[in-house]
């Protein structure tokens, strides 16, 4: 029954495929956002979807596209990959968009993407 | 923009003494307060957030932060830590209006419990 899920747990790929990480969530919330943990631990947010509708957009190069089949999944989609893009990349959920709620977020266990 | 600061990259505590974390943001307002821990190779778990009211906030596994508007601060503390406390610790701040609706996360402090 976990409430945020990620897949793949790991991705090692190289120079300039294309790939897909994919999360789910069964909190039955709105909102729901990726970030870019770099390797110094610094959490950024990428993206942030509220029910199917982007909200934010971070300035992120456009290789990276988020996409919302339904309130329940976001997935990201990265092309042409870097060796800038190795990191781990979280995806997370919160239950309403419009108060301060929105930042009690929860959070999947992370991809570890290594582009070689 | 609102900003987040955690001036201890790294902090080394015996296992049962005290541990306070420290965190200062910049905004004008006051903002929506977190402190988020993750355990190696975990996503983030939420700790505890303030929002306003009492400035003393008890979050899980013992946790507790206090809010000073005077120093714009919102230390973490805890007064015995236990070996699973080691983690990365990380202060965010969410802004209280609408508008660039964000969760600035600070740069995190590694905890590391030694025996």
């Known amino acids: 029954d976990t409430a945020v899920s990620q897949t793949p747990k790991y991705l090692v790929t190289q120079m300039g495929n294309d790939k897909s990480i994919k999360c789910e969530q069964n909190?039955?919330?709105?909102?729901m956002y990726w970030y870019k943990q770099d390797s110094k631990k610094f959490l950024k947010i990428m993206f942030s979807?509220?029910?199917?509708?982007?909200?934010i957009n971070e300035t992120v190069p456009n290789r990276f596209s988020p996409k919302s089949p339904d309130k329940a999944h976001l997935n990201l989609h990265i092309n042409s990959l870097e060796l800038g893009d190795s990191a781990v990349y979280f995806c997370?959920?919160?239950?309403?968009?419009?108060?301060?709620?929105?930042?009690?977020?929860?959070f999947g266990p992370g991809t570890r993407l290594t582009v070689t | 923009a609102q900003s987040v600061t955690q001036p201890d990259i790294h902090i080394t505590v015996s296992e049962g003494a005290s541990l306070e974390l420290r965190c200062n943001y910049s905004?004008?307002?006051?903002?929506?307060l977190f402190w988020y821990v993750q355990s190696p190779g975990q996503g983030l778990q939420l700790l505890l957030k303030?929002?306003?009211?009492?400035?003393l906030v008890q979050g899980i596994k013992g946790f507790e932060a206090e809010f000073k508007r005077s120093q714009s601060s919102f230390n973490l503390r805890k007064p015995s830590v236990h070996w699973s406390d080691a983690a990365e610790y990380f202060c965010?701040?969410?802004?209280?209006?609408?508008?660039?609706?964000?969760?600035?996360f600070g740069t995190g402090t590694r905890l590391t419990i030694i025996p």
């Open positions: 979807y509220n029910n199917k509708e982007l909200i």
């Open positions: 965010a701040v969410g802004l209280s209006n609408f508008g660039n609706e964000k969760l600035t």
């Open positions: 905004y004008g307002a006051t903002p929506y």
């Open positions: 909190l039955g919330h709105d909102t």
């Open positions: 303030y929002f306003s009211g009492d400035t």
């Open positions: 997370a959920s919160s239950q309403d968009p419009w108060t301060g709620t929105k930042y009690e977020q929860y």
